[in-house]
């Protein structure tokens, strides 16, 4: 199988405490791979392993097969041209106009002339359906349209891997639908592998060729969708059905660890 992303054995913690505990994941290259998780199952410390910003406790991480726990600065940056990163809030420079921030990207990581970048990033904007907004400022778009603009900026490079950090979030259902199109469309028509973080169980189904889920930081499963709706793991159908975990809560330990959180701040 011709993996685009392994993960082997990750184990990472904030402090004294673990929030990923040895994670294994396997990503072939072309596949659409949605993790899942509620509040503080881990997937946000996850996603930031992947993307090298988040340095692991042990484990590996290999990306089109290098370990980038491995590599040094200089090699990360030429790994990091092969990805491509839409954070939730689109993280658009408000400076800048539309069409700006796309380029950005080409114009700190390549050495073309400025009549190529500009047709590049021109085609990337008509593949997100944003052909003759490239002179307008974020603030003066929708929130569905700054989606697409932070989308076209992170493929305007035609990166290998693409990462979603919660694409749907604050989208109407309209936009949302229209996002989740856009995202089939990016894997079938220029061969990405993605990976998605969502909590949205629509998007989820419709895009995923796989879904892992995560609960307090371990993986319960990876499975197809309809493996993971068929799934008798308790745990797993309280997240599908936004059940409460019934649980109980040990006072004197939730204590003793909000002082030694305080202590450490």
Known sequence: MDLAIQVEN?????????ILKKISLDVPRGEILVIMGGSGSGKSTFLRSLLGLKKATSGKVYLLGKDIMQLNEMEMQDMRKNMGVAFQGGAL??????????????????????????????????????????????????????????????????????????????????????????ILKLRDALQMTIVVVTHELESAYKIADRITVLDQGEILMT???????????????????RQARDEEVDAEEYLNRLTREAKRH
């Open 10 to 18: 990750l184990i990472s913690h904030y402090g004294d405490r673990e």
């Open 93 to 182: 420079f408000n400076s800048l106009t539309v069409g700006e921030n796309v380029r950005l990207p080409l114009h700190e990581h390549t050495e073309l002339d400025e009549a190529t970048i500009n047709i590049m990033s021109r085609m990337k904007l008509e593949v997100v359906n944003l052909s003759g907004f490239e002179d307008l400022k974020p603030a003066e778009l929708s929130g569905g349209m700054i989606k697409r603009a932070a989308l076209a900026r992170a493929i305007v490079m035609d990166p290998k891997l693409l990462f979603f950090d919660e694409p749907s979030a604050g989208l109407d259902p309209v936009a949302s639908v229209e996002l989740d199109e856009l």
């Open 223 to 241: 499975g197809t969708v309809d493996e993971v709706k068929n799934s008798s793991n308790k745990r797993i159908q309280s997240l599908l059905h």
